[in-house]
């Protein structure tokens, strides 16, 4: 998988997937219009923050495989007090997350809700799968608490679990 690094703020999440969808088909391009496209379709509007169901529709969409595993299915905006966004604006981000669930169905897109163990994302990638994670890359750049999407994945004849962060 090829690094891209965003170009705005709030688009490290599209930047992941975008990563993803380009190692399956490299037509799909690293650039920054992909980038804006794949934010504007996976956005959880009002919030600038991704949706899950949203990146996977996106990723079917394009014929990418894809599963979603995740502890709760209802929407949870980590840290929302502290972006500045009112419990309406959750609230209605949580309502535009319950559409973008709708199409994951209407999409066959296979959805667990379990706890995911450490031991199964090393064997997923192990078998060399692509998983993109929600994870505290806080502490991957060494800087505050943020929750944020990245892949996580094997390169051919490594044993090491490579992280891309597209954060500029």
Known sequence: M???????????AAC????ALNHFNPEFKLNRENEFIVWRETVNLPTRAPSIYGMACFAKKLGVDVKVVLEEREYDYPDYGFKGYTK??????????????KELFSLSISLEERELKLEEVVSLINQG??????VNAGSLRDTRST???LPFFKRKGSELITVLDPVK
Do not use: G, N, V
């Open 147 to 149: 929750s944020k999407y």
């Open 88 to 101: 309406k604006e959750i609230d209605d981000a949580k309502y535009m997350s319950r559409i973008y669930a």
């Open 2 to 12: 090829e690094l891209y690094k965003q170009t705005t703020d709030y688009t490290c």
């Open 16 to 19: 992941s997937l975008m990563m």
């Open 129 to 134: 799968k692509i998983i993109i994670l929600r």
